[in-house]
């Protein structure tokens, strides 16, 4: 299994991003996918997930709401995160991971089962 994240970048407070994730080896319609977030010295953060499989319902980070919107692609199997009206604190490391785990779980990172090296995301003030 391997999940690529791709799409980082620098850009100026209130500036737009999409992040992707393409996944090969498992299908995302099976799965849910999450992405997450890491600054240096803290513990990876939530920030948005998909469950494919079961509607493809999505759930947000308090931060996010609003402002980012988690969509998948079954078809490519890739799942997206749009980042629109920035701000500094986003800039951290980000990650995209899968699981099956109860949706109660979903937002703790240790109940991912798959993980791909993350793409920076630099925001300007």
């Known amino acids: 299994v391997q999940l690529q994240a791709f799409g980082g970048g620098l850009v100026q407070t209130g500036e737009s991003l999409r992040l992707s994730c393409a996944v090969s080896?498992?299908?995302?319609?099976?799965?849910?996918t999450g992405w997450f977030r890491q600054t240096p010295g803290n513990e990876r953060e939530f920030v948005a997930a998909?469950?494919?499989?079961?509607?493809?319902?999505?759930h947000y980070a308090e931060s996010a709401k609003g402002r980012f919107t988690i969509s998948g692609d079954n078809a490519k199997n890739i799942v997206y995160l749009q980042m629109n009206r920035l701000k500094p604190e986003d800039t951290a490391v980000y990650f995209c991971?899968?699981?099956?785990?109860?949706?109660?779980?979903?937002?703790?990172?240790?109940?991912?089962?798959?993980w791909g090296p993350g793409t920076l995301v630099t925001v300007s003030s």
């Open positions: 991971g899968l699981t099956r785990t109860a949706l109660s779980a979903i937002y703790n990172h240790d109940n991912y089962n798959f």
């Open positions: 998909i469950r494919s499989w079961s509607g493809a319902s999505t």
């Open positions: 080896g498992r299908a995302i319609r099976s799965y849910t």
